[in-house]
């Protein structure tokens, strides 16, 4: 997905049952027996946002847990030989080592608020599956994570932490064994246990209110570095650089400076020259 589509489509805020849409760009696509977990999901997060309780542990354990605010750092050198002020926003120094965490925390706590007692995910290089073992750890939950044969294979090293964390780790040796097989696989275990699971989907993908709820997990990540920006500069940058995946590092950025139309906002996906 390109960043373009990140700037129209993450900002909404309609319930799911007032308006069967998202945004300009498509709607709630699932199988019939997963609308009912996803409407649960949606009032149970709509519901959240306005809690002072939930918006406090969440804060809470943002700052002494997972290790926010993370610094905005100036790469002086780099920045004289490249000829302009360059400042990389920090989020592998979270706990864990990436961004993945800040929705991991919310969405387990989600979990909690709705009785849930078990967490299944999905992850392809394998820092959605740690940061998601890691949420479920600390909140005491049992956690399953469905992962491609072949990214087992190249990722070894994130199983392990994985299974040191007390997470079961599937791995799914259908299709090309990878992170599409392995989404398709916590959706069945899904729909075999609603009541009982939360999946904790790692990208802003899939039906509402997955995209809405992860950027807004994520968007501290742009609010952070707005105000760090700021305070460092007395101004807002020229651009703002993300790398585009699953796309929730980067709207995670954009959200800051959506209301700033001088910012540019430029997305990195990566090209390949593969089949």
Aim: proline letters at 5%; aromatic letters at 6%.
């Amino acid at each position: 997905m390109r960043a373009g589509l990140f700037l129209h489509a993450f900002d909404m805020r309609a319930p799911m049952k007032a308006k069967d849409t998202f945004g300009n760009y498509g709607g709630c696509f699932a199988a019939e027996t997963l609308i009912a977990p996803l409407q649960e999901l949606e009032a149970a997060w709509l519901d959240a946002r306005q809690d002072p309780e939930f918006q406090a542990e969440l804060d809470h354990l943002l700052t002494n847990y997972v290790g926010r605010p993370t610094p905005l750092y100036h790469c002086r050198r780099l920045s004289e030989e490249i000829g302009l002020d360059l400042w990389l926003k920090r989020e592998d120094l979270l706990h864990t080592g990436a961004h993945k965490i800040n929705n991991t925390i919310g969405q387990a706590l989600l979990a909690r608020r709705m009785g849930k007692n078990q967490i299944i995910a999905e992850t392809g290089a394998g820092q959605h599956g740690v940061a998601t073992a890691t949420a479920a750890a600390l909140l005491g939950m049992e956690c399953v994570v469905y992962m491609g044969e072949v990214d087992a294979k190249r990722q070894r090293p994130n199983v392990e932490r994985m299974q040191l964390l007390g997470a079961r780790v599937e791995l799914v040796h259908s299709g090309q064994r990878t992170l599409k097989d392995a989404v398709n696989e916590a959706l069945r275990s899904w729909v075999n246990a609603p009541t009982t699971c939360h999946y904790i989907l790692g990208s802003v993908l899939g039906p509402h209110p997955f995209p809405s709820m992860i950027a807004d997990f994520h968007q501290v990540i742009g609010q952070e570095a707005r105000q760090q920006i700021l305070d460092h500069t007395n101004r807002l940058p020229d651009i703002a650089v993300a790398c585009v995946g699953g796309g929730s590092n980067a709207i995670g950025l954009f959200r800051g400076f959506l209301e700033d139309p001088a910012v540019r906002l430029v997305g990195v996906e990566a090209g390949g020259t593969g089949p």
